[in-house]
């Protein structure tokens, strides 16, 4: 495939935003399908005639295709997709306002799946007597702590089945003083409400959960190889979901003692400096030229998002 000449690419894109206002990357593309994606980008922000406005919020995460090196989410590529809008000088007032409608949008999405882990949330408490549920906390994580969440069609990787959008994160914290039995009962009841969820043609919906003793959270927060790093980096971005929130302040407050907030931060600073270099790196690079430590820069890479 020959080179796209970017001069051309970024008259196509001036022409596009002329004709039907301000745009995602994602409606760029739809709109010039013949142009590879990293021309499309490098077109979009080496101009100096766009202007352009992110509203995603950034958060860490581990990639196993770097060898679990730190990086932020959104990637690059679904950065550019969903969550940056181009305009052109004079479109700066249609640009505040379809900025606030797609906000509202990703932030109405996750609301949306928030309310549906409160529903299974709900449905497994209904089976558990009240000192029980007194003794167990659950939080949400991902993109919903963000308000970030999207309902674009994937395939559901063990089943096949097509889901919508972004999964639902659920972690639920167990005291040490709970028998095994209760545990088992409550993996049980959720691998039932995530197989109707996930196949009920109402729904749709990928949910994700683990069970785990207090005592085990806070072990993890010692940050010393990936599954503690992955575990403490969900807990720190955790939203409450239900059950008891003094146990829930307890683990938060774990957090702050190990000191394990602060590392977080600082892998976040870090993965912050490694974007703007891998933006700088892809702004230069030609597109039949690009080999594949730079592409797992840009397009979307299996993340480490496991629970442990």
């Known amino acids: 495939m020959p080179v796209p000449d970017l001069t051309e690419v970024e008259a196509q894109i001036t022409a596009l935003l002329r004709e039907h206002g301000p745009m995602i990357g994602k409606q760029l593309a739809e709109k010039l399908p013949d142009i590879p994606m990293l ?21 860490l995460r581990f990639d196993i295709t770097r060898d679990d090196q730190v990086r932020l989410s959104p990637s690059i590529l679904r ?39 409160q529903q299974v949330m709900k449905s497994l408490f209904l089976k558990l007597p009240r000192e029980v549920r007194s003794s167990m906390c659950a939080f949400i994580a991902g993109d919903l702590a963000y308000f ?3 309902n674009e069609p994937r395939e559901h990787l063990v089943s096949g089945e097509m889901v919508k959008g972004s999964d ?57 190889n990936i599954h503690d790093k992955i ?27 190990t000191g394990v907030d602060r590392l977080i931060e600082q892998d976040f600073d870090h993965a912050l400096k490694d974007r703007k270099n891998a933006m700088q790196k892809l ?24 629970f442990t």
């Open 148 to 150: 970030l969440a999207h």
């Open 231 to 257: 575990a403490s980096k969900i807990a720190y971005e955790s939203m409450f979901l239900g059950g008891s929130l003094t146990l829930y302040m307890e683990v938060r407050d774990a957090m702050v003692s």
């Open 79 to 117: 950065d550019f997709l969903s969550f940056s809008l181009f305009g052109l000088p004079g479109q700066r007032d249609q640009m505040i306002e379809r900025q606030g409608t797609l906000s509202n949008m990703h932030r109405e999405i996750s609301r949306e799946k928030i309310g549906l882990a």
């Open 39 to 59: 021309a499309l980008w490098q077109a979009c922000y080496q101009s100096r005639a766009l202007h352009v406005s992110h509203f995603a919020s950034y958060y």
């Open 168 to 224: 639902i994160d659920i972690v639920i914290i167990l005291s040490d003083d709970l028998p095994d039995s209760i545990q088992r009962k409550i993996d049980t009841d959720m691998v039932v409400l995530k197989n109707y969820y996930l196949r009920h043609p109402q729904y749709r919906h990928e949910i994700d959960f683990i069970t785990k003793r207090k005592s085990t959270m806070e072990r993890q927060f010692h940050y010393t």
């Open 283 to 306: 702004l230069l690079v030609s597109s039949d030229e690009i080999d594949e430590e730079t592409r797992s820069l840009f397009f979307f890479s299996q993340e480490r998002v496991e």
